[in-house]
């Protein structure tokens, strides 16, 4: 019944940088943690961010350092700052709960196209 949400995806150059934002019909935020996940053209869905009820963030190697996850439990609403995008990043991004297992409480959501080309 959890419904997700997600937009602020756009077409940007290089080196720019986007906001992207998910929120969630339920407070699923507050008690579990959360990620931002990503689809390029022929790859499978990789998480690419996530973050637990107490704040604690993990990203892989390749956003290290450039993408930012954040909530809003108050606002059962996750953030996904993305600085210095590379056209790599091109893909379209969800968000939804992480973890192994990850514990399923909403279906994926139609997601945000981010595209990052000159």
């Known amino acids: 019944q959890v419904q997700l949400v997600e937009s602020g995806g756009g077409l940007v150059q290089p080196g720019g940088s986007l906001r992207l934002t998910c929120t969630a019909s339920?407070?699923?935020?507050?008690?579990?943690?959360m990620g931002w996940y990503r689809q390029a053209p022929g790859k499978q869905r990789e998480l690419v961010a996530d973050i637990t009820p107490f704040g604690t963030t993990s990203y892989v190697a390749a956003v290290k350092g450039r993408f930012t996850i954040s909530t809003d439990r108050a606002k059962n609403t996750t953030y996904l700052q993305m600085n210095r995008l590379k056209p790599e990043d091109t893909a379209v991004y969800y968000c939804?709960?992480?973890?192994?297992?990850?514990?399923?409480?909403?279906?994926w959501g139609q997601g945000t196209q981010v595209t990052v080309s000159s």
């Open positions: 339920g407070r699923i935020f507050t008690d579990n943690t």
């Open positions: 939804n709960t992480a973890g192994s297992p990850r514990i399923v409480i909403a279906s």
